[in-house]
């Protein structure tokens, strides 16, 4: 059963023509998916009850003629007009099946350099991201939702400063979200302060870029306007589960996958607060038998997905990779009266995560034995630790923006933004939301404190007004410490916890994580460098920082910063 929020979002992007409700929508789904009865009602079931939900394509294209499933998507970018044209042309058929697309723009040669075929000269990368952002801007995904991508450049790339300002002022390049990728190398000078190193020299021009020059503009950027975003190469390759077929050097549009070109992934995401019962206690034995049906699921989906182009389909079979993880993680937390920041839910979470990881990779290990293990398991990570697997990589955590309301949850490993605020420009159109299980348990304390019906209820109103206006509850005197200590909001952690938590999680993931770390309005840039300094310590693949404020045009709003641009 879904909110009134869920279903509204459900009618304007999910349901097909003749679907009227989300048991059909599941019905459709796990028909399309399963190869018996009994499977389709063990999926059925998994998603009807919100346990689990696959990524928004799988939903939204299962059971049709389009029957394209995955989420994410990297496409290869050389230097060559044709090169960079037919990426741009897969980019625009993965857009209109729901998927979201990754490029690293670190082969095309920088602005002003000779084109000798032509006896041209280049137009440098930046020029061509805006190019594949205005194919973006008139494709709809699947119909139903603006296209995403991922625009990554190297630190070593002669453009990097123009990269780097690319989107300083809002609104530029708007299909792109754009993120950095560093090396250690880089961040070591950083880190000793070795800012006047020479990190880049133009060759036409013999201008030299310093690695003050690129931090500073990356720091200044963040603070401006959230981007862009690091990510770290060597942490990335350390992990690359298949290190003979190459180097990683990009991510799906959000940043948690992280692919070789021409690979794509299917996603999905297990509701942990599904799992807490009401005796405080973790369903270990319901959370195994989901994730065990949860990789099957994920690992049909594979072979039974309509690839846009024939190249992607061969990369994708080679390694199998999927990306299962969890949402609602706040939430279980809540339930488990636990604050989001403790040491103790770091260490709840790593343990759960830990578990997720090795059960999914017990089953995989199981479906290679009935079926085989992926073609590229020779030379693998898998390979030298002799363990027969399915699937190259099996666990990642996704944002779940829309799966989440759907769920009823909060969204992937993200503390709840606030307990009331306005989500702009989901499916078109722009939902107050409030959280379920903060109401409830607002509605028993005030009631508890409040006998007279009509002070709880003024009381009750005044909370959720200033919740959605401030984004935080700690300022009201009233509420008892055992509540304001759980019922804490991404604002109220501060960014160092943001970043444990994402390590913690990131110590059991396959793949990456899609964190955003939130930082308040009155953060300095140097609060900013030491959290890009700390998360590239804490061994994480990549981060996301986002000054409150710092963008007009927000997904989630508080009153005070969105209403004037509803």
Same mark, same amino acid.
């Given at each position: 059963?879904?909110?009134?929020?869920? %279903?509204?979002?459900?009618?304007? &992007?999910?349901?097909?023509?003749?679907?009227?409700?989300?048991?059909? +929508?599941?019905? &459709?789904?796990?028909?399309?998916?399963?190869?018996?009865?009994?499977?389709?009602?063990?999926?059925?079931?998994?998603?009807?009850?919100?346990?689990? +939900?696959?990524?928004?394509?799988?939903?939204?294209?299962?059971?049709?003629?389009?029957?394209?499933?995955?989420?994410?998507?990297?496409?290869?970018?050389?230097?060559?007009?044709?090169?960079?044209?037919?990426?741009?042309?897969?980019?625009?058929?993965?857009?209109?099946?729901?998927?979201?697309?990754? $490029?690293?723009?670190?082969?095309?040669?920088?602005?002003?350099?000779?084109?000798?075929?032509?006896?041209?000269?280049?137009?440098?990368?930046?020029?061509?991201?805006?190019?594949?952002?205005?194919?973006?801007?008139?494709?709809?995904?699947?119909?139903?939702?603006?296209?995403?991508?991922?625009?990554?450049?190297?630190?070593?790339?002669?453009?990097?400063?123009?990269?780097?300002?690319?989107?300083?002022?809002?609104?530029?390049?708007?299909?792109?979200?754009?993120?950095?990728?560093?090396?250690?190398?880089?961040?070591?000078?950083?880190?000793?302060?070795?800012?006047?190193?020479?990190?880049?020299?133009?060759?036409?021009?013999?201008?030299?870029?310093?690695?003050?020059?690129?931090?500073?503009?990356?720091?200044?950027?963040?603070?401006?306007?959230?981007?862009?975003?690091?990510?770290?190469?060597?942490?990335?390759?350390?992990?690359?589960?298949?290190?003979?077929?190459?180097?990683?050097?990009?991510?799906?549009?959000?940043?948690?996958?992280?692919?070789?070109?021409?690979?794509?992934?299917?996603?999905?995401?297990?509701?942990?607060?599904?799992?807490?019962?009401?005796?405080?206690?973790?369903?270990?034995?319901?959370?195994?038998?989901?994730?065990?049906?949860?990789?099957?699921?994920?690992?049909?989906?594979?072979?039974?997905?309509?690839? @846009?182009?024939?190249?992607?389909?061969?990369?994708?079979?080679?390694?199998?990779?999927?990306?299962?993880?969890?949402?609602?993680?706040?939430?279980?937390?809540?339930?488990?009266?636990?604050? $989001?920041?403790?040491?103790?839910?770091?260490?709840?979470?790593?343990?759960?995560?830990?578990?997720?990881?090795?059960?999914?990779?017990? %089953?995989?290990?199981?479906?290679?034995?009935?079926?085989?293990?992926?073609?590229?398991?020779?030379?693998?990570?898998?390979?030298?630790?002799?363990?027969?697997?399915?699937?190259?990589?099996?666990?990642?955590?996704?944002?779940?923006?829309?799966?989440?309301?759907?769920?009823?949850?909060?969204?992937?490993?993200?503390?709840?933004?606030?307990?009331?605020?306005? &989500?702009?420009?989901?499916?078109? %159109?722009?939902?107050?939301?409030?959280? @379920? +299980?903060?109401?409830?348990?607002?509605?028993?304390?005030?009631?508890?404190?409040?006998?007279?019906?009509?002070?709880?209820?003024?009381?009750?109103?005044?909370?959720?007004?200033?919740?959605?206006?401030?984004?935080?509850?700690?300022?009201?005197?009233?509420?008892?410490?055992?509540?304001?200590?759980?019922?804490?909001?991404?604002?109220?952690?501060?960014?160092?916890?943001?970043?444990?938590?994402?390590?913690?999680?990131?110590?059991?993931?396959?793949?990456?994580?899609?964190?955003?770390?939130?930082?308040?309005?009155?953060?300095?840039?140097?609060?900013?460098?030491?959290?890009?300094?700390?998360?590239?310590?804490?061994?994480?693949?990549?981060?996301?920082?986002?000054?409150?404020?710092?963008?007009?045009?927000?997904?989630?709003?508080?009153?005070?910063?969105?209403?004037?641009?509803?």
């Amino acid at each position: 059963m879904t909110g009134e929020v869920a %279903e509204r979002i459900l009618r304007l &992007r999910y349901y097909r023509e003749n679907e009227k409700s989300f048991d059909e +929508l599941c019905r &459709r789904v796990a028909a399309a998916i399963a190869d018996s009865k009994k499977e389709e009602d063990e999926y059925f079931e998994m998603m009807n009850t919100l346990r689990f +939900l696959p990524n928004s394509p799988t939903l939204m294209n299962a059971g049709t003629e389009m029957n394209q499933l995955a989420a994410c998507f990297t496409l290869y970018v050389g230097d060559s007009i044709t090169e960079i044209f037919d990426a741009m042309k897969w980019g625009a058929m993965i857009h209109r099946s729901g998927g979201g697309t990754g $490029y690293n723009f670190s082969n095309i040669r920088p602005e002003g350099a000779l084109v000798e075929s032509t006896e041209g000269i280049a137009s440098g990368p930046v020029s061509f991201m805006k190019a594949f952002d205005a194919v973006t801007g008139v494709i709809r995904q699947g119909g139903k939702r603006r296209g995403a991508n991922m625009g990554i450049l190297n630190v070593d790339h002669p453009d990097i400063i123009k990269f780097i300002e690319s989107k300083n002022c809002e609104g530029n390049i708007p299909n792109f979200n754009i993120s950095v990728m560093v090396t250690d190398i880089f961040m070591e000078l950083v880190e000793d302060g070795r800012f006047d190193n020479i990190w880049v020299t133009m060759e036409e021009t013999g201008e030299e870029i310093t690695v003050r020059d690129i931090w500073n503009g990356i720091v200044d950027g963040i603070w401006e306007n959230g981007e862009p975003g690091l990510l770290f190469f060597d942490e990335i390759n350390r992990k690359n589960m298949t290190p003979a077929l190459g180097k990683i050097d990009a991510t799906n549009p959000c940043g948690e996958q992280p692919l070789l070109p021409f690979e794509s992934c299917v996603l999905g995401s297990i509701n942990l607060s599904k799992f807490i019962t009401e005796n405080g206690e973790t369903d270990l034995a319901g959370l195994e038998t989901t994730v065990q049906s949860a990789v099957r699921f994920l690992d049909k989906i594979i072979d039974k997905n309509r690839y @846009p182009i024939p190249v992607i389909e061969e990369a994708t079979k080679r390694t199998r990779k999927m990306g299962l993880g969890l949402m609602g993680v706040h939430d279980a937390l809540i339930m488990l009266k636990e604050p $989001y920041d403790s040491p103790e839910s770091r260490n709840y979470c790593g343990r759960v995560m830990q578990f997720v990881n090795e059960t999914a990779i017990s %089953e995989s290990d199981r479906l290679a034995h009935e079926k085989s293990a992926f073609p590229a398991w020779k030379g693998s990570v898998w390979d030298k630790r002799d363990i027969k697997v399915r699937n190259a990589t099996l666990t990642t955590i996704a944002p779940t923006g829309s799966i989440s309301i759907i769920a009823g949850c909060s969204s992937g490993i993200e503390p709840v933004f606030s307990y009331s605020y306005t &989500r702009m420009n989901t499916a078109g %159109e722009s939902f107050r939301v409030v959280h @379920p +299980l903060f109401k409830k348990e607002l509605e028993a304390v005030a009631g508890k404190l409040f006998p007279e019906p009509e002070e709880r209820k003024k009381r009750i109103e005044e909370v959720l007004n200033h919740v959605h206006e401030e984004g935080t509850l700690q300022d009201i005197g009233w509420l008892p410490d055992s509540f304001t200590s759980v019922f804490i909001t991404a604002l109220d952690v501060g960014w160092r916890d943001h970043i444990l938590m994402q390590a913690a999680f990131q110590e059991h993931v396959h793949a990456s994580i899609s964190k955003t770390i939130n930082i308040p309005q009155t953060a300095t840039k140097d609060d900013i460098a030491k959290a890009l300094l700390f998360a590239w310590r804490c061994r994480v693949k990549g981060i996301t920082l986002y000054r409150t404020s710092s963008r007009k045009d927000a997904v989630l709003c508080l009153g005070k910063f969105c209403d004037s641009h509803c």
